[in-house]
């Protein structure tokens, strides 16, 4: 059964549920506003929901309110605070760009890619990356649209094919799911001009519900050359005619434009980008006679403009479809299909170089099946066979197993397979276009231990290795360059997550990884350590984040070695009726420190954040 508890860094970015209470007044403006739990529902591990328990990956649970609470403004700031196994690059305030070189980088277990290739992000299970480079623009992925985000940390190509190699990033919509409307507005001032506005309206009317969010940012930046300017648009509509039917469709539009200050020894006085990121799917879930059926199709679409004169248009085009059904007692399988189209056109506005049309088109049909064995112990598979226009088909297996020897305690088991294929730019496009390049693949394999007591203390601990081969990498320098697929590598860690709850209004977390990368060292710390902790008392909510990053390097083969540091965040709120204001400390210790070779990151800074609901 689950457990309601009430403390806010318990999930903020790691074991906890995103269940939360209904969605009424001021909901998540302060931080005994939330719920949540110690065995969370979770969708994005068998693409169907069930209890975590239950599941054989390691998978965390981010509910928004609280990495909001603390400042984070975009999906991949809330990555960056506080899960374990995960390091995101950035360069300054706010603002991520575009780019081989920019900020917003993931990596999962040290998997990640240069660009950000190795690690799938998806907006309520769909896939969204850009057509051409194929990989996720971070500043597309704005918070206040976002009821939680699960994260897979391991390699789900099975369910998700090519890019999930690393991992899954899924951003679950928010949704009003009771019946009620709830209408608020943020307003966030800070140091060097950031200036955040947020709204956002959902309603539940009974057999249909709508969720519409829009958000505006701007910061000068803390170097010359760094500011941002973007503006985040996003819509959720529901409609049950019956209770065996649910038609929803979900998008976003994004608008930004991003300054890259360049590193320190060589800053660049006007390398700009401009970039229009949508999105949107139309989806039907419906009860059959064989069991729960899903149809989803939905397209993205891209335009870019960077200063030396690239310009582009990139669309994907896709179809899933799956059915879950319980053929047998204690069985749950999912039969599905995948289709997908994605390209686009791109040019040199300066040089007047074409660089042509390009489109490739990917399939595959998988088959998941779960099956509880003498009541403690669920035994599942998968296979996936993927099918690229150009590379043919790929094989891709996965086994699992989840024990539960006692109530409060249980043991995960899991080996499969990830794979990317190279995106179009690594073909056909720069810095070296190489069509001889073959997909890289990845063999995952872990053993995680979760246990609980008296609804006071939680530890989630995670062994894992990965070997791996054929990692795209480039070599030479410009214009020299050339794209190869490596040879072999092995990487093997431990991830923890501690949360203690010592009083039902306060809570201290612990959490870290420890990581041997191999050779492949490039913003894939050694070792990486967190203890956050909140309290509240009757109108006030503090929560408090420190973050320890050791070993850290700039490049592959243990190369340009960054400075180890310490950051500690601090957040006060206060609560009066409906609103809420919220003062922040970032960098509370003054930090000299850099998350990317050549990026010193913002000192010391304030901000402070009036919220309400209207």
């Known amino acids: 059964m689950q457990r309601a508890i009430a403390a806010c860094l318990f999930c903020a970015l790691g074991l906890g549920s995103a269940t939360t209470g209904a969605n009424t007044g001021a909901t998540d403006l302060g931080s005994d506003s939330v719920k949540y739990y110690f065995s969370p529902i979770v969708v994005t591990a068998h693409r169907v929901e069930g209890p975590q328990r239950e599941v054989d990956a390691t998978v965390s649970v981010l509910p928004a309110a609280v990495p909001r609470f603390l400042g984070a403004s975009s999906v991949h700031e809330a990555l960056a605070q506080a899960t374990p196994g995960i390091y995101v690059t950035q360069r300054g305030v706010m603002g991520f760009g575009v780019g081989s ?34 990989h996720p623009l971070p500043d597309a992925y704005d918070l206040e649209s976002a009821e939680r985000v699960e994260v897979v940390r391991g390699p789900a190509s099975v369910l998700y094919g090519s890019n999930a190699m690393g991992g899954v990033i899924n951003i679950i919509p928010r949704r009003v799911k009771e019946p009620g409307m709830e209408t608020q507005i943020r307003l966030r001032s800070g140091s060097w001009d950031t200036r955040v506005i947020g709204l956002r309206h959902g309603a539940n009317l009974g057999s249909w519900d709508y969720y519409i969010t829009g958000t505006g940012k701007h910061t000068d930046g803390h170097r010359p050359s760094a500011q941002f300017d973007g503006q985040n648009y996003t819509y959720r509509l529901g409609l049950r005619p019956d209770q065996r039917l649910e038609l ?20 660049y006085p006007d390398h700009w980008v401009d970039v229009l990121r949508s999105g949107a799917d139309i989806q039907m879930r419906g009860q059959t006679l064989f069991g729960t059926g899903v149809v989803r199709a939905f397209v993205n679409y891209g335009r870019h403009n960077i200063y030396d004169g690239w310009h582009s248009i990139d669309r994907t085009y896709g179809i899933s479809a799956y059915l879950t059904a319980k053929p047998l007692t204690g069985a749950i399988a999912t039969l599905g299909a995948d289709f997908t189209h994605y390209g686009g056109h791109g040019l040199n506005t300066k040089t007047r170089r074409d660089y042509g049309r390009h489109y490739i088109t990917q399939w595959a049909p998988y088959l998941h099946v779960r099956q509880t064995l003498a009541g403690t112990l669920i035994a599942s598979g998968g296979l996936r066979l993927e099918h690229h226009q150009l590379f043919g088909y790929e094989m891709v297996p996965k086994l699992g197993l989840v024990w539960e020897p006692m109530h409060g305690l249980s043991l995960r088991l899991n080996s499969g397979k990830g794979f990317r294929s190279p995106t179009i730019r690594e073909l056909y496009l720069f810095p070296a276009p190489t069509p001889t390049l073959k997909p890289e693949r990845l063999w995952n394999h872990e053993l995680g231990l979760c246990a609980q007591w008296r609804n006071r203390l939680v530890v989630d601990v995670t062994a894992f290795r990965a070997e791996g081969s054929n990692l795209i990498r480039v070599e030479g320098k410009y214009p020299n360059l050339r794209l190869s697929n490596s040879g072999s590598f092995v990487h093997k860690g431990l991830e923890w997550d501690l949360t203690w709850q010592p009083a039902p209004s306060a809570s201290l977390r612990l959490f870290g990884s420890l990581l041997d990368p191999d050779q492949q060292t490039r913003y894939a710390p050694k070792r990486r350590y967190g203890l956050s902790g ?41 609560r009066a009726g409906m609103a809420q204001v919220i003062l922040r400390l970032q960098n509370a210790l003054n930090a000299h420190y850099q998350l990317m070779l050549g990026y010193p990151m913002p000192g010391r800074s304030l901000s402070l954040e009036i919220g309400t609901a209207l």
């Open 101 to 134: 070189d920019a900020a917003g980088g993931i990596t999962i277990r040290g998997i990640g890619g240069t660009p950000n290739t190795e690690v799938l992000m998806l907006i309520d299970g769909r896939p969204d990356v850009m057509g051409l480079m194929g």
């Open 248 to 267: 929803s469709s979900s998008g976003y539009v994004a608008d930004y434009r991003a300054y890259d200050p360049g590193p320190i020894s060589k800053p």
């Open 534 to 574: 909140t309290l509240s008392h009757k109108r006030w909510d503090l929560a408090a984040n420190l973050n320890r990053v050791e070993e850290l390097y700039g490049e592959d083969g243990y190369r340009e070695k960054l400075p180890n540091h310490t950051t500690l965040d601090l957040s006060l709120g206060y």
